[in-house]
């Protein structure tokens, strides 16, 4: 019995000693297992973090790009503009029914020549008096006229100035008038208010138009702008003039060159994007304003 425990003891401390040596021999390589990541991860950790978003989508837009609205109510008369139209600065699309305006217009402005006429003649009256007090005043010096005819002279010639400076007023207040109903009268005009094109027209003749309502939309055609959003990471390597391409859908597209112009300095929390803005450079040929494009970020 005492020969099978020792026989027992001896074979377990064997096996103990091939396990040391076993794990004696094998821990360096599991520790360089362990300290070696696949080749595919370590390409994955150099991988610039723009290649990450180096493609991506967005729009192209104008910096102007508005709804006509009508300044004032009328029926429309004229149509002078319509869809792809191009258009210049002040241009008039459209014109409603100025027939009343333009009768207030016009005997605002008689009046307006009427008040002249009368200043005139006030300014006239003030110079004769004037030069008839330098007389009575002679005249008294002399001794040839009494005081109450002097100042007789004096009060009416105080009298016309204060007739002169009412026609002043009066003529001023007309003016304004007519000011205000030739502004009036170029509300019934309705004018492009920028260099552009007509993308779209929503009135015709004979519609009666309430002030407000739209009338034309008309966007600029330059310069071509593309917005588009970039994950927060790729945005730091980013920068105002850095250059990136840009595509239609289509594969077979011709790539267009546009600079940053503008990147925002905050990031959205909602989905951790940085909002980009680009130029495009040269003739933007088949791009137009609301096309979606493919944005591709060059590496720096």
């Known amino acids: 019995m005492r020969a099978w425990k020792n026989l027992l003891l001896v074979a377990a401390s064997f096996s103990v000693t091939a396990m ?14 362990q300290a070696t990541p696949p080749a595919t991860q370590l390409a994955a950790s150099l991988k610039p973090v723009a290649d990450a978003a180096s493609k991506i989508s967005g729009t192209l837009v104008v910096e102007n790009q508005v709804d006509v609205a009508a300044l004032r109510d009328g029926v429309v008369t004229t149509l002078a503009a319509d869809v792809d139209t191009p258009v210049r600065t002040g241009q008039i699309l459209a014109t409603l029914d100025d027939r009343q305006i333009a009768a207030d217009r016009d005997a605002a402005a008689a009046k307006v020549a009427e008040y002249e006429s009368d200043l005139k003649n006030w300014e006239a009256e003030v110079k004769v008096l004037d030069v008839d007090r330098q007389r009575a005043e002679k005249m008294w010096d002399a001794q040839l006229i009494t005081k109450e005819q002097v100042d007789h002279i ?3 010639l105080e009298a016309d100035k204060f007739q002169t400076q009412s026609a002043h007023h009066k003529l001023d207040a007309a003016r304004e008038t007519l000011e205000s109903l030739q502004l009036e009268w170029e509300k019934t005009r309705i004018r492009a208010p920028f260099d552009g094109v007509v993308a779209r027209r929503y009135i015709r003749i004979g ?3 309430t002030a407000g309502d739209r009338t034309f939309w008309v966007t600029a055609i330059s310069p071509l702008l593309v917005r588009f959003t970039v994950p927060a990471q790729a945005s730091t390597h980013l920068h105002r003039g850095d250059l990136v391409d840009v595509s239609a859908g289509d594969a077979n597209a011709a790539v267009h060159r546009a600079k940053i112009v503008s990147l925002s300095p905050v990031v959205d929390p909602a989905s951790s994007t940085v909002e980009a803005e680009a130029q495009i450079d040269g003739s ?7 096309l979606p494009v493919n944005i591709a970020l060059r590496e720096r």
């Open 20 to 33: 040391l040596v076993s794990c004696s021999g094998s821990g360096p390589q599991v520790e360089a297992a």
């Open 154 to 156: 004096r009060y009416n």
């Open 207 to 209: 519609q009666r138009l």
């Open 284 to 290: 933007p040929g088949e791009l137009r304003p609301g």
